[in-house]
């Protein structure tokens, strides 16, 4: 079968303000939870030990350097291009009445550069960080209050880039707080189950109110969420271990049941009551969490097995952990590679909530070498991507309806979990390393070629 993609598919590459942009302290910026981060999400974002050298203060420049970068995501054939909004440009504290014009002039400038080649903005309004000055001051997530923040936040960018941004994502990975405090939740490192939750429900509801903002704002925009998504097989036919898996699925599948389907789905009540957790929930959050959103979206790296038998519940990986597979192998840090993960996953999501979906996040993270001649052969990254594309068009032809592919990082950023520069998922290399030396130049690899190529033919050269 020739694997040719739906027309106006949305061909792509993904990136965060915090790990691209740098400039941390310019235009009016406030400091975010990820400027306290130096050791990325290994490390608590609440606090910012002195003297610490952090990598993002400068990232790769996007902030001074994004005209040169987006003319080379144009000529790979981009049709779109997810980054994020840094809250903290636009509210430097978040609790202010009045948003900073100069941080609002920035993504003006920046959406218009993508629009003047055709490359649709895909935003997401938080990733990964939040104003640091509503941890401090507020408890971050954890207190109700954020939510009228951060809706305050959300009203100001949809009025101002209405015209120019079609595409929004609420939350980045919103269910990986569930189980790392460092994702910019605002919460104390060890915060109990009941109070992760709570922050969580707090989050949900500002997503969702961000979602009824978007569809008054902009009628013909679609507002997706953003879940990082991973399948569990059961380790053996046991049928405890299909329990288990299925009980682990459900712990993300949480965050698209609610945002979905707009309520607590019933698999949770029992979690929850096992748990002693007791969430305050009101009635206007109730009716406010019933505005879904128009399509999932969602990252995927890999997949992970399941057990009940504790004495083989040992994960491997960092901030993503997971039980080995026999049949599968992985990256250097240990996130396991599954093509057909991906296609099972996009059936299981279409079946589960018949609703667009949309791979916001996909690729390899890989130590890249430069040749004597300067090129970089990249071939284990085009082998991921390409497995993965296929499997993608696999999917479609089940009937998925696929909205576009965003791949992760293509341009090398900084790691969001290690915050080093060595962990490359780019089609572009850029010359800085872990301990900032470099002078930031661009240089196109071997899968540079083979991207704008698989773009160019609709995926025929997969
Ligand atoms: C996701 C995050 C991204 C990103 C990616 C790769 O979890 O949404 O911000 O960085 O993972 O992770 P890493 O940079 O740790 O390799």
């Not at 605002?186 to 939750?197: C, D, F, H, T």
């Not at 989050?203 to 399948?231: E, F, T, W, Y």
């Not at 990256?331 to 791979?359: C, M, T, V």
């Not at 070498?369 to 999917?395: C, K, T, W």
Request: hydrophobic share 35%; with cysteine.
């Amino acid at each position: 079968m020739k694997t040719t993609f739906p027309t106006d598919f949305l061909w792509g590459g993904a990136l965060a303000a915090n790990q691209v942009e740098g400039a941390y302290n310019v235009g009016g910026k406030g400091l975010s939870t990820s400027d306290y981060q130096p050791h990325g999400l290994m490390y608590p974002a609440t606090e910012r030990p002195a003297g610490e050298f952090n990598l993002k203060e400068i990232a790769i420049d996007f902030y001074h350097r994004y005209p040169q970068d987006i003319a080379l995501f144009a000529e790979m054939g981009f049709k779109t291009l997810r980054t994020s909004i840094a809250w903290t440009r636009i509210y430097p504290r978040g609790d202010e009445e009045v948003p900073n014009e100069e941080g609002l002039a920035f993504y003006d400038a920046l959406f218009d550069e993508m629009l003047k080649y055709g490359i649709q903005p895909l935003i997401t309004l938080s990733h990964y960080e939040m104003p640091y000055a509503l941890v401090k001051h507020y408890g971050g997530w954890g207190n109700r209050k954020t939510i009228g923040f951060f809706e305050r936040y959300a009203t100001t960018v949809f009025e101002r880039y209405q015209h120019k941004v079609k595409y929004w994502l609420t939350f980045n990975e919103i269910n990986v707080s569930l189980f790392s405090c460092f994702t910019g939740l605002g919460l104390p490192e060890g915060s109990s189950e009941q109070a992760v939750y709570q922050a969580v429900h707090h989050q949900l509801v500002a997503s969702a109110r961000a979602v009824k903002a978007c569809h008054r704002i902009i009628p013909d925009a679609k507002i997706g969420n953003m879940v990082a998504a991973m399948p569990y097989y059961p380790l053996t036919c046991h049928p405890d271990d299909l329990l288990e898996a299925q009980r682990k699925e459900r712990e993300w599948l949480f965050f698209f049941d609610v945002q979905a389907r707009g309520d607590y789905p019933s698999h949770i009540q029992r979690r929850f009551k096992e748990r002693n957790i007791e969430l305050e929930i009101s009635p206007q959050d109730r009716e406010d969490l019933r505005e879904t959103i128009d399509f999932l979206s969602f990252s995927y790296y890999m997949s992970s097995c399941a057990t009940a038998d504790k004495d083989k519940q040992q994960a491997t990986g960092n901030i993503l952990k997971m039980i080995p597979n026999p049949y599968l192998s992985a990256s250097e840090w240990g996130w396991q590679i599954d093509p057909a993960g991906l296609r099972h996953l996009l059936n299981q999501l279409w079946d589960r909530y018949q609703k667009p979906l949309f791979i916001v996040e996909n690729g390899l993270g890989a130590k890249d070498r430069i040749e004597a001649d300067g090129s970089i052969q990249d071939d284990y990254r085009i082998a991921y991507l390409n497995d993965h594309l296929v499997q993608v068009h696999e999917a479609i032809a089940d009937g998925v309806e696929v909205l576009g592919y965003t791949c992760w990082g293509p341009i090398d950023i900084v790691s969001a979990s290690t915050c080093e520069m060595s962990k490359r998922y780019g089609f572009i290399h850029v010359d800085r390393d872990d301990h900032g030396e470099g002078t930031l130049q661009r240089r196109r690899k071997k899968s540079f070629g083979w991207y704008k190529q698989v773009i160019a033919t609709g995926g025929e050269s997969l």
